[in-house]
């Protein structure tokens, strides 16, 4: 809703050690970033802490599925959230890595910088990257042709032929998915599948699927953009190049959770158990992102799990009073 006056912005406070705040958003990503935007807004004392500005969003070469802002550079959309945060004057702390979190009474958060930070409640929004095959030409056509995220760039190989890399859950989701866009998906998997037998059963039936086990992907290879994959046979020991458009490399995903391992619980994959007001077991903890349990791995997901979990610190700390 807009009103028709001037509203009068405060001066963005300079980063104060001795305060303690209400609200600390850990992490320069769109789950931290949208987190202290909402807690500014409600007028909570807050504080946005992180390393890098974007966080995943700097390797990322276009954004197609951002509601209202159609297809997007990924740099520009750093800069739009960048904008809207200096607009409302959230103020930012970057450039520092945390290095532990400790519960007392408040969260004291500790930074490389030598300085500690105080706060009744804990955004926790560090996020995480795709595991990597660690392979030749990887990083050379990451974007071009190289993706970790079917969600995200499935649509750009309608009627094309794709690997997928891996044989969990993931990798076998992915390879439905994409089945239903591609013209022909090829799994490659290094073992035997680890995902679920019927998910396995239901692409067998799939007449544009194919599959290679206990084959290793050895390179990506390509010019501008990747052509396809040198592999090899395990059972044969013979390599041979298999030609694609694009590789789908569902392997896993590394979340930074490791500041709050002995804190809160954590799933088997290392992920934040949330709950769906992004709550973690600990009292004034909330977590959100990709760092979490949420299998959803989404800039817009992420942003708004930052939203919820101010809303809900906001509540806490209005119950709590001037505790
Ligand atoms: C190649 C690629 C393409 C993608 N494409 C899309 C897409 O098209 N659409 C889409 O919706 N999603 C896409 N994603 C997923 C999307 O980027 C993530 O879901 C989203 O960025 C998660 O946001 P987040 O805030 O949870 O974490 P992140 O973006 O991971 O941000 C976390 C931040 O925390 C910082 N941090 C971590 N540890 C510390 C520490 N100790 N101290 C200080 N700072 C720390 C990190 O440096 C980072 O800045 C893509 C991901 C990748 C890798």
């Known amino acids: 809703m807009m009103f028709n006056f001037q509203i009068e912005k405060p001066k963005t406070a300079p980063v104060d050690y001795q305060t303690l705040y209400d609200f600390i958003a850990l992490g320069l990503g769109p789950a931290g970033m949208n987190g202290a935007l909402y807690a500014k807004r409600k007028g909570l004392k807050t504080l946005l802490v992180g390393y890098d500005l974007g966080g995943q969003l700097n390797n990322t070469s276009d954004v197609d599925n951002y509601l209202g802002l159609g ?29 532990s979190i400790q519960k007392y009474e408040h969260f004291e958060i500790a930074l490389d910088n030598g300085e500690t930070l105080k ?39 309608k009627q094309r032929h794709v690997i997928v890399a891996g044989g969990g859950n993931s990798a076998l989701d992915a390879a439905i998915d994409l089945a239903r866009l591609a013209s022909k998906v090829t799994i490659v998997h290094r073992s035997q599948f680890k995902g679920d037998q019927t998910t396995v059963n239901q692409l067998k039936k799939m ?4 599959m290679f086990l206990e084959t290793q992907i050895l390179e990506v290879k390509g010019e501008i953009t990747m052509t396809g994959v040198q592999v090899l046979d395990k059972k044969t020991k013979t390599e041979r190049f298999i030609e694609a458009d694009g590789i789908f490399i569902e392997i896993g995903h590394i979340p930074n959770s490791n500041l709050l391992e002995g804190l809160a619980n954590l799933n088997n994959s290392k992920e934040i158990i949330v709950d769906r007001f992004q709550q973690t077991n600990i009292e004034g903890l909330y977590a959100a992102g990709d760092v979490t349990d949420n299998p959803n791995k989404q800039i817009i997901i992420a942003a708004s799990e930052g939203a919820v979990a101010a809303l809900m610190a906001t509540s806490y700390i209005n119950q709590k009073g001037d505790k």
Do not use: Q, W
């Open 207 to 210: 007449p544009n699927v194919e």
């Open 71 to 99: 297809n997007i550079d990924a740099s520009d959309m750093i800069h739009k959230f960048n904008t809207h945060i200096k607009e409302l004057e959230v103020p930012i702390l970057s450039e520092v890595k945390v290095i």
């Open 119 to 157: 706060t009744k409640t804990l955004l926790y929004a560090f996020g995480g990257n795709p595991r990597k095959l660690g392979v030749p030409g990887e990083y050379e056509f990451a974007s071009k042709g190289v993706s970790y995220c079917v969600t995200c760039d499935a649509p750009f190989f």
